[in-house]
T-cell receptor, first 112, second 115 residues
């Protein structure tokens, strides 16, 4: 079974802090994704990556950056956290572009 | 552009009731279609999928048929259980080769099943 793990289930940070969310997958998938999930807004894609060191902006990249130095690891970075970034963050991976995605358990981030 | 529309929730049913969650899509060509489920406090899990017209995906008693003529992929289950309480997401993968084959997501439908 594909396993996608995320570094924290719950995280509380202060406004202005730099925040790192880590995601690791164990199935050698090429593609990795970061989403945020908010009530009434569904899943919104922040960034995705189709290869090591390669990244593409999703629908809402503002205020975020990403890093993919190794194939299995995809990090989401909030350079200066703000209260409107309080959300559930979901990482996913897929073997094929456009194929089914496998999700981690999510990180619920609260910025105070 | 491509889009997915799901029926709004929440949907509340009694145990053993019949479930339908509607999903319609807009896309050129023949997209692949997916249903995902998110149980409380968890990430999303693939529930079923269909990759071509008239395909029926099925899993855990859930079914959905890819209907090209009505551009629909409605999720059904004959007898729901309390353990089916979750949020259900419909998604599509646009057809054709390309660099940005992201999934297009519906907003999700919350289902609550009462004993």
């Amino acid at each position: 079974d594909v396993k996608v793990t995320q570094s924290s289930r719950y995280l509380v940070k202060r406004t202005g802090e730099k925040v790192f969310l880590e995601c690791v997958q164990d199935m050698d998938h090429e593609n990795m994704f970061w989403y945020r999930q908010d009530p009434g807004l569904g899943l919104r894609l922040i960034y995705f990556s189709y290869d090591v060191k390669m990244k593409e902006k999703g629908d809402i990249p503002e205020g975020y950056s990403v890093s993919r130095e190794k194939k299995e690891r995809f990090s989401l970075i909030l350079e200066s956290a703000s209260t409107n970034q309080t959300s559930m963050y979901l990482c996913a991976s897929s073997l094929y572009r456009g194929g089914e995605q496998y999700f981690g358990p999510g990180t619920r981030l609260t910025v105070t | 552009g491509d889009s997915v529309t799901q029926m709004e929730g929440p949907v509340t049913l009694s145990e053993e009731a019949f479930l339908t969650i509607n999903c319609t899509y807009t896309a050129t060509g023949y997209p692949s279609l997916f249903w995902y489920v998110q149980y409380p406090g968890e990430g999303l899990q693939l529930l079923l999928k269909a990759t071509k017209a008239d395909d029926k995906g099925s899993n855990k008693g859930f079914e959905a048929t890819y209907r090209k003529e009505t551009t629909s992929f409605h999720l059904e289950k004959g007898s729901v259980q309390v353990s089916d309480s979750a949020v259900y997401f419909c998604a599509l993968s646009p057809p054709g080769a390309g660099n940005n084959r992201k999934l297009i997501w519906g907003l999700g439908t919350s289902l609550a099943v009462n004993p």
